[in-house]
């Protein structure tokens, strides 16, 4: 694992689109020597690749069993099941379980992992510009928290469709 005590946004881009190119190939030492040459040098962006690759590797599995998320209760929401994987966040499937009324939602859940205080504040800055956007077209954002371990999330309208890169 990595820590930094402020990772900038230029760098967080630069770690996302390295990963995003990584992500593409399968396992092995083709990837591996794509992400040493993306990184052209820089032990230390390698080493948080790398840190997300293998995080994203273990989930890609076997999703459901792996996830320590599902069957967590958030506020008056438990998580049913993983939606998708980015490399800031994850998306669930969740349920209201307070037995007050019946609903689906999409929970958003920032990875403990990347919780530097600018992550965060990126993170709680999307958080709170959601709950000032009000447009038909737009989902909805509901609620909002963070995790027993200190995660931030977000709790939103769940969506059921086709997913962007299907439709594309």
Not at 18 to 42: H, K, M, S, W, Y
Not at 50 to 63: C, I, K, N, S
Not at 130 to 145: F, I, N, Q, S, Y
Not at 147 to 168: A, H, K, N, S
Request: charge should be negative; include cysteine; aromatic fraction near 8%.
């Amino acid at each position: 694992t990595f820590a930094t005590p402020y990772m900038d946004p230029a760098r967080w881009q630069r770690i996302e689109s390295i990963f995003n190119q990584a992500i593409a190939e399968p396992v092995g030492p083709r990837r591996d020597a794509l992400v040493r040459t993306l990184c052209a040098g820089d032990e230390h962006l390698a080493g948080e690749v790398f840190a997300l690759l293998t995080e994203d590797d273990r989930f890609a599995d076997d999703p459901e069993s792996s996830d320590p998320r599902v069957g967590l209760r958030l506020g008056a929401y438990q998580i049913d099941s993983r939606i998708g994987r980015g490399g800031m966040a994850t998306v669930y499937r969740a349920a209201r379980a307070d037995d007050q009324f019946q609903q689906q939602v999409a929970i958003k859940v920032m990875d403990v992992r990347l919780s530097d205080p600018a992550l965060v504040a990126l993170f709680r800055n999307e958080r709170q510009i959601l709950a000032m956007l009000e447009h038909p077209v737009l989902t909805r954002l509901l609620d909002g928290g963070v995790t027993p371990v200190g995660e931030p999330y977000l709790v939103m309208e769940l969506v059921d469709g086709v997913p962007i890169d299907q439709y594309c």
